[in-house]
């Protein structure tokens, strides 16, 4: 069964930092290129950082560039996205996904999800 597990959420300052987990199944994960995205109401749920099925290459929207980090344990079926400095624009509900390698090659890199996870929210307060 398909499944992606996000963790990690909460409520902090601007400036602290979190780290979302996401646990994938074998079959959601393996040979897939991870990702993940953000999303707040009313809003089209927006690409945020990719990383490939590799590990070897990463992806990033302009506005999470430097503070951002996106990595994966493979032998953990397991993708992190690394938030430091957050700023309250960075409130959203985040989720995984996983898609192709070929996709976070795009100009602007992008990512066709295959399979969602649920979600978790980041809530920053100034």
């Known amino acids: 069964q398909a499944q992606l597990i996000e963790t990690g959420g909460g409520l902090v300052q601007a400036g602290d930092s979190l780290r979302l987990s996401c646990v994938a199944s074998r079959r959601t994960f393996f040979g897939y290129a991870m990702g993940w995205f953000r999303q707040v109401p009313g809003k089209a749920r927006e690409f945020v950082a990719g990383?490939?099925?590799?590990?070897?290459?990463?992806y990033y929207v302009d506005s999470v560039k430097g503070r951002f980090t996106i990595s994966r344990v493979n032998a953990k079926n397991t993708v992190y996205l690394q938030m430091n400095n957050l700023e309250p624009e960075d409130t959203a509900l985040y989720f995984c996904?996983?898609?192709?390698?070929?996709?976070?090659?795009?100009?602007?890199?992008?990512?066709?999800?295959?399979?969602w996870g649920q979600g978790t929210q980041v809530t920053v307060f100034s």
């Open positions: 990383i490939t099925s590799s590990g070897e290459d990463t």
């Open positions: 996904a996983a898609g192709a390698d070929s996709d976070l090659k795009s100009i602007p890199p992008m990512l066709t999800p295959h399979y």
